[in-house]
């Protein structure tokens, strides 16, 4: 396969924070099934901050315009008319099967070596939350939640979980 698709099981992204979701993402996925399964979804939201939204839309554009094995025209991303932006800068992003597939492709790609511990750490997040709502897909059509939402950023709780109580 070479050094370009070459996988790194650790590097810099043990700092990221756990998440729920399968664990060893992407080492026990197969990549062309995973994005097959992405590319079968209707509509997906997904839900994050606005400059996270911003980061991934720059990355994915920008890997599928520099790769020779995909085409840039995958990721559709929607306009501006249709994401949704909150009072907190939190944004509802609508996403069709071949954006989604094309992000998911990323987050594949961004575990190479060859990207920084930021790509790969913002990839394995990414990634994980995809893969984790691909397994919860419909079992029979026409039964799927047409309003299913991936969020990308976790919540930091109002109060210190870990604080003693007096």
């Given amino acids: 396969m070479g050094i370009l698709g070459k996988r790194r099981g650790t590097g810099g992204t043990g700092n990221v924070p756990a998440q729920a979701g399968p664990a060893q993402w992407p080492a026990r996925h197969n990549r062309i099934n995973e994005v097959a399964k992405a590319a079968g979804i209707g509509v997906l939201r997904v839900r994050c901050h606005t400059t996270t939204w911003d980061y991934l839309q720059e990355e994915a554009k920008a ?32 996403l069709g099967g071949s954006s989604l597939a094309a992000l998911y492709d990323w987050c594949f790609e961004a ?19 995809i893969c984790e709502a691909l ?7 026409g039964q799927g939640d047409p309003s299913a939402v991936i969020w990308l950023d976790d919540q930091i709780a109002a109060d210190n979980p870990t604080a003693a109580q007096t």
Avoid: M, Y
């Fill in 135 to 141: 397994e919860n897909r419909a079992a029979v059509r």
């Fill in 111 to 129: 575990q190479s070596i060859l990207n920084t511990e930021l790509e790969r750490g913002v990839g394995q997040r990414v990634g994980r939350a």
């Fill in 63 to 94: 890997h599928h315009k520099k790769g020779i094995r995909t085409r840039p025209e995958a990721f559709r991303p929607p306009t501006d008319d249709e994401i949704v932006t909150g009072a907190d800068g939190i944004v509802t992003v609508p």
